[in-house]
């Protein structure tokens, strides 16, 4: 009988491999409690919920993990980390960010693939009914805005997005509203470049942005201006206006 392979017999290589596919088994995990409490308690609660496992888990993995690799910690952050230049760790954002969407093209054009644009734009359309208002309480906490903190905690808001480092947007009050606009977008470029017409995002954006605007302030209210496959100037690719109730 041909004797069974174990971890502790991997080489270098393959542990590594290990290591790597551990951390996507584990993202995936957590993940997948996350996606369950929102099915069965309300994304509300879920979120909540999320915020107390990670505010234990974080400090757990960061103390396993510096007396692993050896390396120090200040206030529960690696001071490999912290101690980076500025620059340094401005561009470790770009590239997580840059990370992050190519990810989500991935998966849109794997389910297209396998599917049709129709099911991909489904999917992903339901996708930010979760990330959107995850991404924007994750902010709020950070930046430690009030519960009806208005269109100023908004605008604020809007300049931490993983988006915000990617591409060139702008904001303008316009009497009791605050207008939003994607200059320049990442995406659309990249398809241009190609010879392709603009993707039509507009399905997506209104759940994303209307609910981000609520997760900030329940009373701020979403419209949308323009956005594929509607008509564009020509100067943006997207523009939303947000108004307090």
Avoid at 23 to 35: A, C
Avoid at 39 to 49: R, S, T, V
Avoid at 210 to 231: H, K, L, N, Q, V
Wanted: negative net charge; proline residues 4%; aromatic residues 8%.
């Amino acid at each position: 009988m041909e004797e069974m392979q174990t971890v502790d017999k991997l080489d270098n290589s393959a542990l590594s491999r290990l290591v790597v596919d551990l951390i996507r088994r584990s993202l995936v995990h957590y993940g997948i409690w996350f996606s369950e409490l929102d099915h069965q308690l309300g994304l509300e609660k879920a979120l909540q919920i999320e915020d107390e496992v990670f505010a234990k888990l974080s400090p757990v993995i960061i103390k396993r993990l510096s007396g692993i690799l050896g390396f120090d910690v200040d206030d529960n952050l690696p001071r490999a980390l912290s101690g980076l230049p500025r620059e340094k760790i401005l561009s470790l954002i770009d590239a997580i960010s840059a990370n992050w969407l190519a990810g989500d093209g991935l998966w849109f054009q794997a389910v297209e693939a396998s599917q049709e644009m129709f099911t991909a734009k489904r999917c992903n359309d339901t996708c930010w009914t979760k990330f959107s208002p995850f991404e924007a309480v994750r902010i709020k906490a950070m930046l430690e805005l009030p519960d009806r903190g208005g269109l100023d905690a908004l605008e604020t808001a809007l300049g931490f997005r993983l988006y915000s480092r990617l591409n060139i947007q702008s904001t303008e009050r316009q009497g009791d509203s605050l207008i939003f606009k994607m200059v320049k977008c990442r995406v659309q470029d990249a398809r241009r470049r190609r010879g392709l017409d603009d993707y039509p995002c507009k399905s997506a954006g209104v759940v994303e942005y209307g609910s981000f605007a609520r997760a900030i302030d329940s009373r701020i209210r979403t419209e949308c201006i323009a956005c594929p496959p509607d008509d564009l100037p020509g100067d943006w690719f997207c523009a939303w206006k947000f108004s307090l109730a």
